[in-house]
């Protein structure tokens, strides 16, 4: 079976005033067709990095990625992008923005429209599809970029922060409403974020990254059922997994223990 993406020893190097920055690598990874996979990790170790070089939007260094057994040598046509900000054109309605990634590519939207309804409605904004961004929650414009990215039917979605910028209520609910999204349609998804227990959440595999240059410490296979309802989080087993990517960390210094305030006094 090929795989989705392959991703062999693959570096960036950023140059800069005072001399290159070694941001990312090597880093081997391969992803399977359907599979939900995040990277979690420190500021600054390279996730967002590695998302834009597997979209062709940034220059490798070093190695080799491969999409759909065709290396990456430029911009990714066949992908969808979610980005934390959610980036819609304030003077289109919402069924106008979906189709805004129809009508850039040009394709026939008469082909898309009805599956541009139906992502609408399978996460709640069937009522709002002529409504402008600025009629909606922050929680309903990312929703509205999750079905943008979705809507020409791509095998690839790259998502990157995109729960980050919401208030955690909000947060919390679209982590149910991306899972059961990609419930629906079986994408092959990476998902870049900083929070472990989303991580763990949403993902078939967590990748974890280690502080700069970012590399992989671990890949960690998630086992719970789907969908993550809120008595799989309660699990023993859902929380031994956010524990063990917790210790990775504090072993790299990134978390510390509070100290009893005799000690600190």
Not at 56 to 85: A, H, M, R, W, Y
Not at 234 to 258: C, L, R, W
Request: charged share 20%.
């Amino acid at each position: 079976m090929t795989e989705a993406i392959r991703i062999q020893q693959v570096s960036k190097i950023y140059q800069s005033r005072t001399g290159p920055v070694h941001a990312l690598g090597p880093v081997d990874l391969d992803v399977r067709p359907g599979e939900f996979i995040s990277i979690v990790g420190p500021s600054g170790c390279g996730k967002s990095t590695l998302m834009l070089m597997i979209a062709g939007l940034l220059d490798i260094t070093g190695g080799t990625i491969e999409v759909n057994g065709k290396q990456v040598s430029g911009p990714q046509t066949d992908i969808g992008i979610v980005f934390q900000s959610p980036v819609l054109v304030d003077w289109r309605t919402v069924l106008g923005n979906v189709m805004l990634q129809v009508e850039m590519r040009k394709l026939n939207t008469n082909d898309y429209i009805a599956r541009a309804h139906q992502l609408l409605a399978s996460v709640g904004l069937q009522d709002f599809e002529s409504r402008y961004p600025f009629e909606l929650s922050g929680g309903m414009q990312q929703r509205t970029a999750f079905c943008r990215a979705l809507v020409h039917d791509p095998p690839l979605i790259l998502m990157d922060e995109p729960l980050g910028a919401l208030d955690a209520m909000t947060r919390e609910q679209l982590r149910v409403d991306l899972e059961l999204l990609w419930m629906q349609t079986r994408k092959t998804v990476i998902f870049v974020t900083h929070s472990i227990t989303e991580s763990v959440q949403l993902s078939d595999r967590v990748v974890v990254f280690t502080p700069r240059p970012g590399m992989i410490d671990r890949v960690i296979d998630i086992n719970l059922p789907r969908p993550r309802s809120f008595e799989v989080r309660e699990s023993v087993q859902y929380n031994q997994y956010v524990h063990e990517i917790t210790n990775i960390f504090m072993g790299y210094g990134i978390f510390h223990e509070q100290k009893q305030l005799s000690e600190v006094s």
